[in-house]
Nanobody
Framework: QLQLVESGGGLVQPGGSLRLACAASGFTLDSYNIGWFRQAPGKEREGVSCISGYGGSTYYVDSVKGRFTISRDNAKNTVYLQMNSLKPEDTAVYYC?????????????????????WGQGTQVTVSS
């Protein structure tokens, strides 16, 4: 059974950092595009970043560009989201998701908050 599990969320002060991890079980991640999404209370889910299968390409939405870095370690079957210079508006439940559609289409999916397989999410709270 294909399963994604997020970890690494927590409470951090503005300007701080967190590293989220998305671990896969039941399948190998290396051929899947992986996206990170977030949903704040009262708001729609939004895409944040994505990485292509085998990690050749990455994409970031403007609001996190220069602050967040997505990476993958296929040996550990895990994708990471390093989040630096965090702001209160980054507060949300963060989800990772996987899909095998072509990466050029997956970026469009990420922008619309879509994917095929989802994790349960991890809470990130940025507050002083």
């Amino acid at each position: 059974q294909l399963q994604l599990v997020e970890s690494g969320g927590g409470l951090v002060q503005p300007g701080g950092s967190l590293r989220l991890a998305c671990a896969a079980s039941g399948f190998t991640l290396d051929s899947y595009n992986i996206g990170w999404f977030r949903q704040a209370p009262g708001k729609e889910r939004e895409g944040v970043s994505c990485i292509s299968g085998y990690g050749g390409s990455t994409y970031y939405v403007d609001s996190v560009k220069g602050r967040f870095t997505i990476s993958r370690d296929n040996a550990k079957n895990t994708v990471y989201l390093q989040m630096n210079s965090l702001k209160p508006e980054d507060t949300a439940v963060y989800y990772c998701a996987a899909s095998k559609i072509p990466f050029v289409l997956f970026k469009l999916w990420v922008l619309s908050g879509k994917s095929d397989y989802w994790g349960q999410g991890t809470q990130v709270t940025v507050s002083s």
